[in-house]
Every structure is written in C-alpha cells, then in structure tokens.
C-alpha cells in the first residue's frame, strides 16, 4: 500500500520505507443530513484532496458546509446546519475554503488552502473569528498545502493557534503552538 491509499470507515496499514504503521481511522464526510457528498471533476485539486484525504481523517464523519467550487451559495440543509450551532452566514465572499462542522466534537473546521485563499494568516484568522464568532461551536482554523516545500514558501505567514496538512503527508498534522492536535484553542479565541 502506498502513501494515498484509501480506506473507508476504518483505519488501514499503510507501509512508508521500511516501516509499517497504523494508519488513523478514515470516515467520509456527507453533507448536513447524512447527504452523500459527490465531488465535481472541476474542483480545485487541492481543494479535493482536502475533502478526500484530510477531512475523513481529522474530521471524521464532519458535515460538509461549504467549499469554493461546490456551489454558489450555501444551500437549506447546510443553512439549518448553521442555525443548529447558532450561525448565521449572509456575506459568502469571506468564506474559507472549505467549511466543515464536525458535530461529535462541536468544532466548525475552517481550511484555507494555499492556491485558494493562501494559508491562514492573523489577519486571515481574525476576519474568520469575527465572521463565526457567534457560533456555540469551538473554531478550529487550518490551512492546507500540496507538500512541505509549498509551505515553507508561506512559513512566515501562518497565524499561531492553527494547524497545518499537507496532502503528501495525509496522515498528518503540523500544530502551531497551543495544546491540541485538532481543536479549538481554549481561551484564546
């Protein structure tokens, strides 16, 4: 198996070199209401991979808000999703990337990535804080990236207290500062 193999609803062995590890477990995430999510060909390709490769791993079984390519405008289901966390959206300009809630953990997962929106920066960051910040969900801001080597080229712009994935390494996450892995940050807000 190679390093994008894909899994569904369980975790996998994967072999990277000469080492074999245990994959995380891969759930698909769906629309609000349990809507299979079918990705259009015209889709960003990082924006794909973010929904295909990241998601199910970091936000397994999330519901799917929103993401640049899908739709024009969020639809009812995704509407009744957000009043559901106490959000209204009227302004969509403003949107990351990809919008994702994950409602086992009550997190609203906002992913810019790098040939969209570009990482998240603290400017980024704060004009996400103050278009969701009347949610009740905990706010978790990533950003995605091809590789490593794309995101070095952004290095000094990523905000502290997000994460980061890049695509050639699925599995994983790179954390900027903070405590958790995956989550809202506590206190700082």
């Known amino acids: 198996m190679n390093a994008h193999s894909h899994c569904s609803g369980k975790s996998s062995q994967r ?16 629309r609000p209401g349990g809507l299979k999510l ?15 490769e990241m998601c199910p791993r970091f936000t397994p079984g999330g519901e799917l808000i929103y993401a640049t390519g899908l739709a024009n405008r969020i639809s009812r289901p995704e509407k009744d999703c957000l009043k559901s966390i106490m959000l209204s959206i009227e302004q969509q300009e403003r949107m990351p990337n990809v919008l994702v809630y994950h409602r086992i953990q009550n997190w609203l997962v906002m992913i810019d990535v790098a040939e969209g929106n ?19 969900a905990g706010l978790v801001f990533a950003s995605a990236f091809l590789n490593r080597e794309s995101m070095a080229h952004h290095l000094e712009d990523i905000a502290w207290h997000t994460v980061v ?11 900027f500062n903070g405590r958790r892995v995956l989550g809202p940050s506590g206190a700082i807000r």
């Open 165 to 175: 994935w890049c695509a050639d390494s699925p599995d994983h996450l790179i954390q």
């Open 38 to 52: 079918s990705l259009p060909q015209r889709l960003g390709s990082l924006i794909a991979l973010t929904l295909k």
């Open 15 to 30: 072999t990277v070199g000469a080492v074999t590890t245990q994959a995380i477990p891969f759930v698909p995430i769906t």
């Open 118 to 136: 570009g990482p998240i920066s603290v400017k980024r960051r704060h004009e996400l804080k103050t278009l969701f910040g009347g949610s009740n």
